[in-house]
């Protein structure tokens, strides 16, 4: 798993995640505040679920995730639940996200390949059957896969944010090129996809209000998440481990107090 981790990370590198380059250097952009910075940060999961949703019903028509599973997305439930895992969701409400598609299988017992219903255990779909089709249908770029996308990128989910808000008019003296968008913090300034998100693309279930400012916080927490799914555990452990050895320090300082005592 940590193989193929590391081969689409490179992959994703290689087919443009990284500034190209001839391309201006990317800018450091605004540092936003995240629930998941900082020793004791955890991930939002009234954040996680609503870029969840930005994903599903904005970003997975071109982009993929490959190595997100539908079960990812899921706690557990009863006495296998954990609040660090996944997005909070149950195993009822997985199984039920993922019978939302499709996906091939097989061979079967006659050597050919069909169509079933999704099951937890099966990968994100793919938005195209492969690269050519997907360049096809995206004048030639073509969308790299999200799962990685926080950790491939230097400033992370900063640029993402900073990315997925940064249209605008471009200068007078920016000549863009044919079906190019201007995006303030795309090295060169120039990027084939077209902006995302505009205000209430989708109706959140929570009520709250889909600006693209709050899209776009909501699925950059989601994508480093994907990212980093196992950040909270990792902090948690880490956390145990410092008071241990704290406690075995104040121990081991009393247990040579007492050794040397008569000495002294």
Known sequence: ????????????VALGLAAPAMAAETLKPPAQSWSFEGLFGTYDRGALQRGYQVYKEVCAACHAMSQIRFRDLGGGSGAAHSPLVGLGYTDDEVKAIAAEYKVMDGPNDDGEMFERTARPADRFKAPFANEKAARSANNGAYPVDLSLIVEARKHGADYIYALLTGYKEPPASVKLGEGMHYNAWFPGFQIAMGAPLSDDRVTYGDGTKATVSQMAKDVSVFLAWASEPNLEQRKALGIKVIL???????LLYAAKRKVWADIH
């Open 1 to 12: 798993m940590l193989r193929m981790r590391e081969l689409v990370l490179a992959g994703a």
């Open 244 to 250: 241990f050895l704290v406690i075995l320090a104040g």
